[in-house]
T-cell receptor, first 115, second 109 residues
C-alpha cells in the first residue's frame, strides 16, 4: 500500500539521549516534512526537504536535525532529547514543495515522551 | 502576524448540515486547504481552494472569498464518523502552510 511509514509508533526516552525517528515514503514524492503536534496547538513545521539532497529549517528547528540522502527516506534526529520535545511527530510528503495544490500525505505519527 | 480564526468546538446532529467558518490573515496568499483529523490519527486532505467560489466533493463543500480572508467547510448528511477536528490551512506568500488548532466537531445521534 502506497504511503508513508513512520517508526517507532511510540517511544519513551530519557532526557539527554539521542533519538532518530524514521520516515519512509514509496510515492516518489519530491518534498518531505517533519511536523510536531502538541495538544491545543496547530502543527508546527520542524524541517523540510524539497528534493533529495536538500533540507531547510521550519518554524521550530532547534534541537532537531534531518537528512535527505535519497527520495524515500527522511529521518529526524534529536541529538540530546529534552522534556519539551515530548510531542506527536508527523512525517509528511507532497509531490512538490512550494506553489500549487501540493496535498500533503501524512504518516501515522510517532508519539515521543521525554522524561 | 499570520493567524487563523476557527471555532474551537462545534456540535451537530447526525443527518444534519454543519458549516465550519474560518477567517485568516496571511502575508500573501496561495490557496487554502481543509484537512480532517480524527483523534489520535494523522490529518487527511479534504479540499483545496485557490480561486473564489465553491468546490463540491460529495458530502463536503468548501468555499473561499479571498477579498474577505474567509473560507467555510460545509458538511451535509452528517455521519457519526464525521466526528473529528477540521483544520483550515492557508498557504502564505512564501508557500508556507499556516496551521491552526482547528475545530473539533462532535456529532450526536
Amino acid at each position: 500500500i502506497a504511503g508513508i511509514t513512520q517508526a517507532p509508533t511510540s517511544q519513551i526516552l530519557a532526557a539527554g539521549r539521542r533519538m532518530t525517528l524514521r520516515c519512509t515514503q514509496d510515492m516518489r514524492h519530491n518534498a518531505m516534512y517533519w511536523y510536531r503536534q502538541d495538544l491545543g496547538l496547530g502543527l508546527r513545521l520542524i524541517h523540510y526537504s524539497n528534493t533529495a539532497g536538500t533540507t531547510g529549517k521550519g518554524e521550530v528547528p532547534d534541537g532537531y536535525s534531518v537528512s535527505r540522502a535519497n527520495t524515500d527516506d527522511f529521518p529526524l534526529t534529536l541529538a540530546s532529547a529534552v522534556p519539551s520535545q515530548t510531542s506527536v511527530y508527523f512525517c509528511a510528503s507532497s509531490p512538490e514543495g512550494g506553489a500549487g495544490a501540493n496535498v500533503l500525505t501524512f504518516g501515522a505519527g510517532s508519539r515521543l515522551t521525554v522524561l | 502576524g499570520q493567524n487563523i480564526d476557527q471555532p474551537t468546538e462545534m456540535t451537530a446532529t447526525e443527518g444534519a448540515i454543519v458549516q465550519i467558518n474560518c477567517t485568516y490573515q496571511t502575508s500573501g496568499f496561495n490557496g487554502l486547504f481543509w484537512y480532517q483529523q480524527h483523534a489520535g490519527e494523522a490529518p487527511t486532505f479534504l479540499s483545496y481552494n485557490v480561486l473564489d467560489g465553491l468546490e463540491e466533493k460529495g458530502r463536503f463543500s468548501s468555499f473561499l472569498s479571498r477579498s474577505k480572508g474567509y473560507s467555510y467547510l460545509l458538511l451535509k448528511e452528517l455521519q457519526m464518523k464525521d466526528s473529528a477536528s477540521y483544520l483550515c490551512v492557508p498557504k502564505d506568500g512564501n508557500y508556507q502552510l499556516i496551521w491552526g488548532a482547528g475545530t473539533k466537531l462532535i456529532i450526536k445521534p
